[in-house]
């Protein structure tokens, strides 16, 4: 359980946590994956969410999975036109709208983000482990805790 002196100071920064949809670089699901890899090859990021064209959440896809799969089957680029569904990490961790403070901190321990999903399965950005530790690290240089008079 988070201090509620904490909690509090973190989620005034809330608005500084979701990534909105339209403003992220997405996957289409039916892409195909030399498109994938093109698109992932020349970005900073090492996943990104898959979605359908109707934006529902899909899953997400790396370089990674592209060049394993590419090389299990020894396949050249030209080669590489499945549909990006046939290796998208489907299993991911995510969290909806209402989301805790708590979920979200736990969860971002093994993931880079966390997409944020509609009770319709509609894609609605994502939270960043980025966010929240410039949201930590705000708070960890915060004068107001912990000060001592004298």
Do not use: C, W
Request: net charge negative.
């Amino acid at each position: 359980m988070i201090a509620a002196e904490f909690e509090e100071f973190l989620l005034a920064q809330e608005e500084t946590f979701l990534t909105p949809a339209d403003k992220l670089a997405v996957i289409i699901d039916s892409h195909n994956m030399d498109h994938a890899k093109l698109l992932l090859s020349h970005m900073t990021y090492s996943r990104v969410p898959v979605v359908t064209e109707d934006n529902l959440f899909f899953g997400t896809i790396g370089l990674r999975e592209i060049i394993q799969y590419q090389a299990q089957h020894e396949l050249t680029d030209d080669q590489l036109n499945q549909d990006v569904a046939l290796i998208a990490k489907q299993d991911v961790a995510r969290i909806g709208p209402d989301y805790h403070l708590e979920e979200v901190m736990r969860k971002l321990i093994d993931e880079p983000f966390l997409p944020v999903v509609g009770d319709q399965g509609e894609f609605l950005g994502i939270i960043t482990r980025k966010s929240i530790l410039k949201a930590v690290n705000a708070l960890l240089h915060h004068n107001g805790f912990g000060e001592q008079t004298v």
